[in-house]
């Protein structure tokens, strides 16, 4: 019998099916209920958000970072299980990356070129840099928490979709206090904190993510 085929097998024995299932709930909404606390309690809501929501690039901004960190948590659950099909769901991480690379297309065809480096520096680069991190804290521990009870045959890849989850969730977490709404900021800075969980999570799942 091929290893695969063993993984597979031992993976769907109910008992471990239900664990995985269970902790993988309890992580994800534990993970997001910390991080928007978090949020709340230290630099807060934005505190225009009633009256700049009305406009394109803020609910582009909110919808967008939406939709990576549903379709990034749907990738990081379907990993932890052998023999559950990848392409798909890795396929479909294309679509919110398409849609800030119009966003940027448009904007630069929008605005004057001496125009383009204030909106893609913003105003808090170095805090997106840090702070999307931060929040990433909570649900990136609960995701590999949760992987444990699973069984990734791939130890660096689950824990760069675990990583990747927790940074998707975390900018779209931020992305409600954020007051840089640019896409050219959103795809700079928001990408390269999320890069850097992605990173920390292969490192890290090379070894804690063995079994």
Known sequence: MKTDDLITLMTQDAPVGMRYGRALAIAIVAGFVFSALLLVVTVGLRHNMATVFETARVCFKIVVTIVLAVLAVRLAMRIGRPGEPMRIPTLL??????????????????????????????????????????????????????????????????????????????????????PDDSPLFLATWYTIAIAIMTLSGALLGRRWLRW
């Open 93 to 178: 991480l294309a679509v919110p990356a398409l849609m800030v690379a119009v966003a940027v297309v448009a904007e630069l065809v929008v605005l004057p070129s001496d125009a383009w480096k204030a909106n893609l520096v913003g105003r808090n680069a170095l805090f997106c840099l840090f702070f999307v991190p931060v929040l990433s804290l909570a649900p990136f521990a609960g995701l590999f928490w949760a992987l444990k009870k699973g069984a990734p045959a791939n130890p660096t890849a689950a824990g760069s979709a675990a990583g990747f989850a927790a940074g998707a969730v975390a900018a779209a977490i931020y992305a409600w206090h954020c």
